[in-house]
């Protein structure tokens, strides 16, 4: 999975079906997800996936208003489908993205 930070996160993400994972290199719960997401990730090969670092990439925080970690963003064409908050099962993960993309 890519690493972006404020620097280029527009660029990457002005086009395609993106999900954005915002994380911190500390938080547990991410920890915990990190195995789910890599295995939604081996799953959606049509879908770009991309990682935030949140304790480096303040300004990306506020402007999508991430609250608790982990964090995945589902973008279309830079735009904002939907959001899905803290650690979930793999297969509610699948089932969000499925809504958003197909």
Do not use: W
């Amino acid at each position: 999975m890519e690493d972006v930070n404020t620097l280029n996160f527009d660029k990457v993400t002005a086009r395609g079906k993106i999900v954005v994972e915002f994380y911190g290199r500390g938080c547990f719960n991410c920890r915990m997800a990190e195995p789910v997401i890599n295995d939604l990730v081996r799953q959606n090969t049509k879908l770009r996936f991309i990682r935030v670092n949140a304790d480096a990439n303040l300004a990306l925080i506020h402007r999508y208003h991430i609250v608790s970690l982990p964090t995945l963003l589902c973008l279309k064409d830079g735009q904002v489908l939907t959001s899905i908050v803290g650690v979930k099962p793999l297969a509610v993960l699948q089932e969000k993205l499925n809504a958003c993309y197909c």
